[in-house]
């Protein structure tokens, strides 16, 4: 096993060092955020931060780049108050990765990449109709990360919408029916395949049952 210490990442050039450190942490979400700006021009953008915060309140954050430039995400979902969350799948992995290239504000995301918006009723927010799995956001909060300057926004989810076929009798939901990819690092894009769902851990289960 090789070591790679910090003195020795450290002297790597942008493209490597983001390569390593971004995927040496393992697989992570795959998820575009759906927004509109307050002149109705709809964004979006994906995102591998997005994390589960605890269910009772039901709450997410993900972690946002310094807002030193522009970041269309972060405006228009401080303006409207609101965002949209949606799974990537096998099906759009090419389009939805094109989301990350640095379009000007005003022009589209959806319209640029040939992803389709969805609008559901009574929800000024625009959902992405591929995704088999889609959360409604509500804005709470946000905290400054001082070590780089990024944002931890914090968010309440307001509705799941969902593909049925996914949806367990126990409310589990089964992404790998959905065909949801998940990224390592900045622009691998992997399967997901359920091995084994297992029962809660308890302490006194012996370990030859393992």
């Known amino acids: ?19 390593l450190i971004n995927s040496c942490m393992g697989y992570k979400s795959a998820n575009l955020i759906g927004t509109v700006s307050k002149d109705g021009v709809t964004n979006l953008a994906v995102f591998s931060s997005i994390t589960h915060l605890g269910s009772d309140p039901a709450l997410l954050g993900f972690i946002l780049r310094p807002t030193t430039v522009p970041r269309h995400t972060y405006s228009n979902l ?6 949209s ?10 389009s939805a990765h094109q989301t990350s290239a640095n379009y000007p504000k005003e022009v589209s995301e959806f319209e640029a990449t040939g992803i389709t918006v969805e609008w ?32 931890h926004v914090i968010a309440s989810i307001e509705k799941i919408y969902v593909n049925e076929s996914m949806l367990s009798d126990d409310y589990w939901i089964q992404l790998d029916k959905g065909g949801v990819v998940s990224i390592n690092g900045l622009d691998g894009y992997a399967k997901t395949e359920l091995l084994e769902r297992l029962p809660y851990a308890r302490a006194n289960k012996d370990k030859s049952a393992f």
């Open 120 to 151: 559901k009723q009574g929800i000024t927010i625009p959902f992405v109709d591929q995704s088999p799995v889609q959360l409604l956001c509500k804005y709470l909060n946000e905290y400054t990360i001082h070590e780089n300057g990024t944002l």
């Open 78 to 83: 401080r303006e409207s108050g609101y965002f």
């Open 1 to 19: 096993m090789i070591c790679l210490d910090k003195s020795y990442f450290e002297t790597l050039s942008k493209v490597p060092r983001l390569n």
């Open 85 to 94: 969350v949606n799974a990537i799948s096998e099906s759009f992995i090419r």
